[in-house]
C-alpha cells in the first residue's frame, strides 16, 4: 500500500493564481481531512469529509475549496492565493473519525509570494 | 471549545535519559492521539488511547481520564528520538481532532 499520498511537494504561487493540493489514499478509509501548519500553531482543520459526496467546513476553510467524488481521492483548491496561505499542507485519512488511527501524507510546502 | 495543551514546548536532554512530555485536555475525550513528527516533516501516529496505558517499544502512552491529562514517556532515549511530538483530541460526536501545538525534544549524544 502507497497510504497517503500528496502532490505537488513543493509549490511557489504568485498572489492571486488558483492551484490544487492533490491528496490520495488506497486503504478505503472514510474518513479524510486537510490541515495546515504553521509555525508556533498546532495542526488547524481546513475541510474534511466522512465519505465520497460528503463534505464539511473545519476551523479555518476561507480561500479554500475540496470535494469528495471517489473514496480514494480529496483535492483542496486555492481559490485565489494570498500570502496568508502561506503554509505546510497535511492530507490525512482514517477507518472513521478522529477516533481511530490518522495516516498523513507527507504535506506540501506552499508559498505564495 | 477544546483546547490541548502541551508542555514542555521543547526539551533537550542527554542521551539514555528518561523522557516526559505532557499534554492536558479542557474537555471529555473519546480518543487522545500522540504523533511523532520528524525533522523531513512526515507526521506518523504514534498511539491512540482512551483509557489506561500503552506500550510500545521504548515508547509509553499513559491517560488519566478524570484529570484530563496524558503523558508520553521515552525510556533510554537515543538521539534517533529527536522529534516533534504532538497529542491530539477527539471527542464523542466531533469528528474532529484538536491538536497541541507539540512538544520539540532534542536528544545529545
Known amino acids: ?107 506540501t510546502r506552499l508559498t505564495v509570494t | 471549545k477544546n483546547e490541548v495543551e502541551q508542555s514542555p514546548q521543547n526539551l533537550t536532554a542527554q542521551e539514555g535519559e528518561f523522557i516526559t512530555i505532557n499534554c492536558s ?24 488511547l482512551s483509557s489506561g496505558k500503552k506500550k510500545h517499544g521504548r515508547l509509553i502512552a499513559t491517560i488519566n481520564i478524570q484529570e484530563k491529562h496524558s503523558s508520553l514517556h521515552i525510556t533510554a532515549s537515543h538521539p534517533r528520538d529527536s522529534a516533534v511530538y504532538i497529542c491530539a483530541e477527539s471527542n464523542f460526536g466531533n469528528e474532529k481532532l484538536t491538536f497541541g501545538t507539540g512538544t520539540r525534544l532534542t536528544i545529545i549524544p
Open chain 1, 1 to 107: 500500500n502507497a497510504g497517503v499520498t500528496q502532490t505537488p511537494k513543493f509549490q511557489v504561487l504568485k498572489t492571486g493564481q488558483s492551484m490544487t493540493l492533490q491528496c490520495a489514499q488506497d486503504m478505503n478509509h472514510e474518513y479524510m481531512s486537510w490541515y495546515r501548519q504553521d509555525p508556533g500553531m498546532g495542526l488547524r482543520l481546513i475541510h474534511y469529509s466522512v465519505g465520497a459526496g460528503i463534505t464539511d467546513q473545519g476551523e479555518v476553510p476561507n480561500g479554500y475549496n475540496v470535494s469528495r467524488s471517489t473514496t480514494e481521492d480529496f483535492p483542496l483548491r486555492l481559490l485565489s492565493a494570498a500570502p496568508s496561505q502561506t503554509s505546510v499542507y497535511f492530507c490525512a485519512s482514517s477507518y472513521s473519525t478522529g477516533t481511530y488511527e490518522q495516516y498523513f501524507g507527507p504535506g
Open chain 2, 25 to 48: 485536555y479542557s474537555v471529555g475525550i473519546s480518543a487522545l492521539h500522540w504523533l511523532q513528527q520528524h525533522p523531513g516533516g512526515g507526521i506518523v501516529s504514534l498511539f491512540m
